[in-house]
């Protein structure tokens, strides 16, 4: 069973810088693939990153491309989503996912969740 658990979400203004870090606990092979996904109000849940567990593979969605990076430490099962150039659009509560299929994560429907970290950025 793995468990997923986000921190680092938080209010900045425009242009503002976040990381986004979730830990990794239980069974996990190095087949698993990871994700950040993101929902607002009113609005349904979007993909924003899906990697491979080593990083060798990574997808970003256009609305966060060049702006947004994942990364890993595998020694400490932590896995970060850097956010740099923040916009209003950002807005939403973020969640990281995993999951053994990558398909199941280009679907929107991981088996596994964290509870989700909340991102605020202000005009």
């Known amino acids: 069973q793995v468990q997923l658990v986000e921190s680092g979400g938080g209010s900045v203004q425009t242009g503002g810088s976040l990381r986004l870090s979730c830990v990794v606990s239980?069974?996990?092979?190095?087949?698993?693939?990871m994700g950040w996904f993101r929902q607002a109000p009113g609005k349904e849940r979007e993909a924003v990153t899906i990697s491979s567990a080593r990083g060798d593979s990574i997808w970003y969605a256009d609305s966060v491309k060049g702006r947004f990076t994942v990364s890993q430490d595998n020694a400490r099962n932590t896995a970060y989503l850097q956010m740099n150039s923040l916009e209003p659009d950002d807005t939403a509560m973020y969640y990281c996912?995993?999951?053994?299929?990558?398909?199941?994560?280009?679907?929107?429907?991981?088996?596994?969740w964290g509870q989700g970290t909340q991102v605020s950025v202000s005009s």
């Open positions: 239980g069974y996990a092979d190095d087949n698993y693939f």
């Open positions: 996912a995993a999951d053994s299929l990558s398909a199941n994560l280009l679907i929107g429907r991981p088996h596994y």
